[in-house]
T-cell receptor, first 116, second 111 residues
Framework: GAVVSQHPSRVICKSGTSVKIECRSL??????MFWYRQFPKQSLMLMAT?????????EQGVEKDKFLINHASLTLSTLTVTSAHPEDSSFYIC????????????FGPGTRLTVT | QKEVEQNSGPLSVPEGAIASLNCTYS??????FFWYRQYSGKSPELIMS????GDKEDGRFTAQLNKASQYVSLLIRDSQPSDSATYLC???????????FGAGTRLTVKP
């Protein structure tokens, strides 16, 4: 199997606060994890690529100081949205690769963030 | 030119028909190709992966790859209303972790 979990599934926070989202691979070790954002009726937008034990690689236009990514182990990556604003409200989805020569990505169920 | 292009649809087919979803990609170095299904409000789910030219079948799904034409497609036989979703084509280059997604094709299967 290839099960990826995310927590929380939904979060509502006030503007200016920070929110942490966890992504875990439950039945495999993920050498690489990815964080995506998806606005309503739009496609997935890759935010950053995270390798265990090293700094994340951010896509152009994604503020690394605002979206803090930590990949502390082969089964856990976290995304912290700092000083959240209403425009950060979106569906955040992580994915993980097994790293066995296959490039398939397995997605978590997503976290819906609403900033009021 | 977008890296991965899909017709956004909506594509509507009657129940029991064959749904044909198409995708083109711009990078000739691409080596791995994937189809994901995404229901509204949910995250993508991997349906098929294909790496070699030709057809790959898995149940009612068949992926077709033509690297010379830079084209990959997904056929869904005996379409069911439960197949109604957005289908995402994804491509990545050999040795590169990044996967580039198309914008998706919205499929509606009418009973």
């Amino acid at each position: 199997g290839a099960v990826v979990s995310q927590h929380p599934s939904r979060v509502i926070c006030k503007s200016g606060t920070s929110v942490k989202i966890e992504c875990r691979s439950l039945d495999f070790q993920a050498t690489t994890m990815f964080w995506y954002r998806q606005f309503p009726k739009q496609s997935l937008m890759l935010m950053a690529t995270s390798n265990e034990g090293s700094k994340a690689t951010y896509e152009q236009g994604v503020e690394k100081d605002k979206f803090l990514i930590n990949h502390a182990s082969l089964t856990l990556s976290t995304l912290t949205v700092t000083s959240a604003h209403p425009e950060d409200s979106s569906f955040y989805i992580c994915s993980a690769q097994k790293g066995t020569g296959s490039y398939e990505q397995y997605f978590g169920p997503g976290t819906r963030l609403t900033v009021t | 030119q977008k890296e991965v292009e899909q017709n956004s649809g909506p594509l509507s087919v009657p129940e029991g028909a064959i749904a044909s979803l198409n995708c083109t990609y711009s990078d000739r170095g691409s080596q791995s190709f994937f189809w994901y299904r995404q229901y509204s409000g949910k995250s993508p789910e991997l349906i098929m992966s294909i790496y070699s030219n030709g057809d790959k079948e898995d149940g009612r799904f068949t992926a077709q790859l033509n690297k010379a034409s830079q084209y990959v497609s997904l056929l869904i036989r005996d379409s069911q209303p439960s197949d109604s979703a957005t289908y995402l084509c994804a491509v990545n280059m050999w040795g590169n972790n990044d996967m580039r997604f198309g914008a998706g094709t919205r499929l509606t299967v009418k009973p």
